[in-house]
């Protein structure tokens, strides 16, 4: 029994060590020339150490053989050419004389296979040699005098003794980068195949076909590590695929022990997987698994199992014993539906690459506004070019008209007087010629300007239909940024495991809407707060076993995660059924620490939320679990730089729920515009209740201060300009437009001077700086360049609620009430008119524009004007008409008045002082002399 024993042990180290220099050899052979010492150490080393375990059972013939292999290996590594290939030819061909030989050592034909392999090695021993080895190799397998027996040193020590480089992660230098991808994006979803059915397992509820499907699982994973040329990888998932095996021999009957065990150690392949991915740090704890696991084959090979663990699994199962290979769970196609539709090709494609493209079609997106709002203005100029031609078409008619009377009385008058001959009255009517050129010149440009004006539409309609496309285009790269939550769940799962084994309690973790599609850069940024927040549920949350049973609760604790998709936001609830938060403990922590003053009336909300500040911890010993104080902390963190937030709600002996609000993507949001104080700003649309225009509900006292009415409900009323800073919190005046919006008390009625528009915005980077000013959620770009900035409206509360912030606003409010003054510009050329409204509304003034006197009078009855400044030649009512008018008038005789023109005379100036112009500037004009002019003009208390 000794002897098998360790034989036994043999054949186990074999079956680990052959795939492994195979695959060695195999490279080898394929890039001979390239890293040959590598692959040769590589495969001596394996040699070797077969060679030192045959000697434990006394095989010295087969330990000569495999120290031969080893000496040729590294022989070769020395030859290049045909003498190299002929070397690894032979060398390749080591493994079934080999195995045959372990199967049945001692066995004439099993000699025989061993000596005619080594015969037609490059350089084969002689004759005596293989003789005498032949002797050797016809040895039955001992236990050597000088090594102790099994029971002497306890069956645990059987094992040979396993080293780092077993469960090494390092990477080949040579490995082939695509496959390795390939290998690393493909292993996550493998791993929750496999942890779902050693989990079912452990909790007696697993079918043969999930046990099948998980030691494939397990068989895929070792043929990957050997193939890529990661020895941790491959060891550790040969040995969980010996231990399913008995697992489905015994159909899922096994002790509690093993199953925990196994979880165990999927949970180190976990982590050997997301430290290759460099998400993990490499687990600590491989070699222990690996030899426990070691250890359960031996005692399943042995009949021992049940021997190892009281606690046996529930039942066989109910299937049908296996009668062929591991079968692949594959669904079958259903007869009713026909055979199954084709698979399409799939192509990878890496984040960084897919994110470039979201970011272009985003800036596609941008310049299509851009593009769009600038065929939108020159219909826009198209159209006032259209007006201007029909009133030069209506003048020149107007013209013809009085041209063509007074010809008719020259033509009356010169049959009177024969002085006039029909030569010299043709000659007088060429300027009826020029006139009707003129005329139909005219027409001509006015075909000519509703043409482009069509041109223009159509070209504008092209522009809309393809920003349709762009936004489809966008939305579908951003769909395949999405992630289910599922590609996380093993790693929660592992967490809760590590943390549950780590703090002897038994915690079960429950997910729910782990198919719900997160952005993939969402879904990564996540994973770290809710481990934290796992963590914190099993540790903090969750009682000893001992504890539950005393309180009436089963032994087994459970931590639930819900995941749900919101709209455009991704709510992720965690509860416990643990003791909830030791609010007594959290307060008497704060005041220890200073940050309460023990009178204090403090709601068990805001106690509860105090675990998020940095550092803070009701843990008075550092474990490695917890009292660092660096959770939940870590928690509210992410969460704020991610612009999301954070509910927490706990009952003292029934658990804890903690609920966190992130946006379900990065790219596009969906929002409503409102304008404060001449600035528009953006609410996300999933905060947004309803949009009420101005008159709809009313406003009112309530018992804490202003409500807002409306439908039989009541809202708080705020105006949105005082969060901002901009306005203030009185629910005075005339009635504006109300949104009703989801702010961080609950629901509130939020004031603005309108509401613009709704529509999808492509959100950009809005910087490191900005990322810290509290209530800016995003940014987007808008048509016209200018910047959109996207309000976080919880933020936004609770930054306002703050003393220094609200004495921050009414600085800036007085800083902001600075009178604008409203200039008037009046002339006949529209060229003019946009040169100087640009150049005041960059001075600081607000601009109205008139085309002739008659337009300017209309503009002075809708608008309060500071200064006019007109043009000296206007049709209809000309410059100085107007400045008389004004001085005639009691509204308007303190107006100042500005006239430029081009007239330098000095007759036209005084006509212009004779009406009352208080300034005479020519064009051309100084900007800074017009702009000095106008400041002196629209000082306070200056006279004219």
Known sequence: MQVDELLRVLQEEFALAAPEVDAALMQWLGHAGEGDARHAAQAAELYGRLAQACRLVSLEGLAIVLELLRDSAQVYAGMDGAELQEGLAWLVSWQPPVAAYLDAPGDERAVRQVVDFLRVAPASPTLEQLDELALLLCRPPAVPVEHPSAESRGSDTAAL??????????????????????????????????????????????????????????????????????????????????VLDHVVERRGCIPRPLADDLEQAVACLDRMVYALRGEESPPDDALEWLERLGRWARAAHEGRLDAWGADTLPAALDEPPETGPPLRAAPQPSPARGPAPAVGTS?????????????????????????????????????????????????????????????????????????????????????????????????????????????????????????????????????????????????????????????????????????????????????????????????????????????????????????????????????????????????????????????????????????????????????????RGVGMDVVADRLRAMKGRIEIDTEPGRGTRIALHVPATTGVQHALLVQVEDQTYALPSDGVVLALAAGQGQVGMGSVGPVFRYAGREWRYQKLGGWLGLGGTDAGGAAKPVVLARAASGEVALEVDRIVDSRDLILQDIGRLLRRVRGVAGAALRPDGRVLFLLDLEALEQAAATPVRRQAGRVLRRRLQAPRKHALVVDDAISVRQTLAQLLQDAGFDVTTARDGFDALDALLRYKVDVVITDLEMPNLNGLELTRRLRESRLWKGVPVMMLTSRATAKHQRSAEAAGVDVFLTKPYDDARLLAELRRLTAPGAKT
């Not at 539409?457 to 936004?471: N, P, W, Y």
């Not at 952005?519 to 099993?538: F, S």
Request: aromatic share 2%; glycine share 8%; hydrophobic share 40%.
């Open 161 to 242: 003794d396993l080293q780092d480089e077993d469960v090494s992660l390092e990477v080949p230098p040579d490995v082939d980068p695509p496959l390795f991808e390939v290998f690393l994006d493909d292993a996550p979803s493998q791993l929750e195949v496999l942890a779902q059915a050693v989990r079912q397992l452990a909790q007696g509820d697993v079918s043969l076909a999930a046990l099948q499907e998980a030691r494939r699982v397990a068989h895929t994973f070792k043929g990957s590590g050997h193939i890529i040329g990661i020895r941790g990888v491959a060891r550790l998932a040969h040995r969980l695929e010996d």
């Open 347 to 627: 192509l990878r494609i890496g984040v960084a690459t897919l994110d470039a493209l979201v970011r272009r079609a985003g800036q596609g997106l941008v310049h299509h506004g851009r593009l769009e709002e600038q065929l939108r203005t020159i219909e826009d100029r198209l159209m006032q070019l259209e007006a201007g031609n029909r009133q030069l078409q209506n003048r020149l008619r107007d013209l013809e008209i009085g041209l063509g009377g007074h010809s008719v009385a020259l033509q009356a008058g010169a049959d009177e007087d024969r002085a006039f001959d029909a030569l010299e009255l043709d000659r007088y009517n060429e300027l009826q010629t020029v006139l009707r050129f003129a005329c139909e010149t005219a027409a001509d440009e006015a075909a000519h300007a509703s043409a482009a004006r069509q041109e223009a539409q159509a070209a504008l309609q092209t522009v809309r239909q393809q920003g349709l496309e762009l936004v489809e285009q966008h939305r579908e790269l951003i769909g395949a940024r999405l992630v289910p939550v599922r590609q996380i769940v093993a790693r929660l799962r592992r967490n809760v495991a590590q943390t549950a084994a780590a703090t002897g309690k038994q915690v079960r973790l429950e997910v729910q809407g782990e198919q719900a599609m997160v952005d993939a850069d969402v879904l990564g940024r996540l994973t770290e707060p809710l481990l934290h927040l796992l963590r914190n549920a099993v540790d903090h949350g969750i009682e000893p076993p001992q504890e539950r049973q005393r309180a009436g609760k089963p032994a087994e604790g459970i931590v639930m995660l819900r995941v749900e998709r919101d709209s455009q936001r991704v709510v992720v609830r965690c509860e416990d059924d643990g003791r909830g938060l030791d609010l007594a403990a959290i307060h008497a922590r704060a005041v220890e620490l200073g940050l309460l003053q023990r009178e204090a009336a403090v709601t068990p909300s805001e106690l509860a939320r105090l675990i998020l500040l940095p550092g803070f911890s009701t843990r008075s010993q550092v474990t490695e679990v917890s009292g």
